[in-house]
């Protein structure tokens, strides 16, 4: 798998009067990462970290940016769907070159590898309410992966023309289409934990029709939202705007079957761990101080690249 960092040379493009304090949650996110690092590597798991690369200023012939968003959510850019890696087009400009971060990485995989076409994002004279059809535009967790199921985001992170691109380059995959509430990045909506068995902070009754019989754990959105209507944006580079709709207990790392990995924050949440107790499910809990403050999950901060299955399975 792949395991996030954090980049400080983002900080010096970043407002001056927030140094300070970045400085300071990067230095302590780092050394949190580290020991996330050594708790994978324990269970089995080749960990891999991203590359820094130069960050500033970035110029293309429609726009351009101070610098490039900090790869601590390979989740965001990198699709793994069976024995494929996709480099996905986030709808966030920063974002475009952000897999340079993690190219030493790809290259080390003896996988399919493709890429989807650079977007334009020459948005100059356009509605940005919605993601615009000018080109495909599909971040990763807009997808939630199922064995041959795939289910789309009701929107937010992609547009038309990136599920299309999907559809044409994976024919092998079923394509379902959700609606709202589930818009943005599905993995903090729904984590499959294994056939039959999900996590969700939704009620059990609005779920997708082909989820109707699978037995829920339902976490109570209060917590998350409590800490992440205080969080405040100070720069897209490094963090995630959607603090009102992300629920990072749902944001949950399945290793397997019977085994999850979460954040800390939860320890002393016995509704959760009791609901986990009763599907025999084990949880290894670590330490991410600023979750909130960065708004990303477990899922984001990781992206296993390898899987031990047995090829594409139809669960259905």
Known sequence: MILGDVDHAVIQNCDPSQKDRLTHIFDKTKTELNTMQMVFESMGIKVHRPKAIANGEVKTPFWHSKGIKIPLTPRDVILTLGNNVVETASWQKERMFETYHYRDILLQTNSPWVSMPLPRHDYSSIDLDIVPNQDPILDAPAVLKYGKDLFISAGGSHNRLGVEWLRNCFPEYRIHQLHEPFAGHLDSHITLLRPGLLMTYHDPDLLPRFFKDWQVIQVNPKYDKSI????????????????????????????DRNTVV???????????????????????????????????????????LVRDTRGLIDYT
């Open 262 to 304: 979460m954040y800390d924050h939860y320890m002393d949440s016995k509704h959760v761990l009791d609901q986990f107790a009763k599907h025999n499910i084990e949880i290894v809990f670590v330490k991410f101080t600023y979750s909130h403050f960065f708004n990303q999950g477990v899922t984001c901060i990781t992206n296993d």
């Open 228 to 255: 992440s209507k205080e969080q405040t944006l100070i720069d897209h580079k490094i963090q995630d705007d959607d603090f009102d709709n992300t629920v990072l207990a749902v944001n949950t790392l399945s290793i």
